[in-house]
């Protein structure tokens, strides 16, 4: 192996189209860019959104509405959704790890458990949140509810 014959790897190296070279090249003249406009000139670059002056997307549609920036969203989780983990899992306590592991909340969730359904089984239940329904339920059975 010498200098003379170094050449990189088969594949690594792209043939790029070579613009502005002359009119044989095929890439002369307006090397590929075409005539006038913004889009022909050095430098260009637009805006993100930008719909050649029409009208952009995001100033077309009607703007309504408060966001609150200080709300706090909670994953609900019913107790008919907890009595089916239950009986398909054989368990005596949910987390809501437990339930991050099974699909039912993300990792980064807070959980509120909800009062929809009934609840026959005697559980532990830990969460972020409990309707009042909710919690009445899960006592009624023996269990416990527990706020974290």
Excluded: W
Aim: aromatic content about 4%; proline content about 3%; hydrophobic content about 30%.
């Amino acid at each position: 192996m010498n200098l003379n014959n170094l050449k990189p790897a088969k594949g690594s190296v792209k043939q790029r189209k070579r613009v502005g070279r002359g009119e044989g090249s095929g890439h002369g003249g307006t090397s590929t860019r075409g005539h006038k406009g913004a889009k022909s000139r050095s430098g260009y670059k637009s805006k993100i959104g930008f719909e050649g002056g029409q009208m952009p997307l995001q100033r077309r549609v009607p703007k309504f509405g408060f966001r609150n920036a200080n709300r706090v969203a909670y994953k609900g989780i019913n107790l008919d959704t907890l009595q089916e983990l239950v009986d398909r899992k054989n368990l005596e306590s949910v987390t809501p790890q437990i339930l991050v592991d099974n699909g039912l909340a993300g990792k980064h969730d807070l959980v509120k458990i909800l009062g929809r359904g009934e609840l026959t089984s005697k559980i532990d239940v830990s969460a972020h949140k409990f309707s009042a329904s909710a919690k009445s339920a899960i006592e009624a059975n023996g269990g416990t509810a527990t706020e974290l």
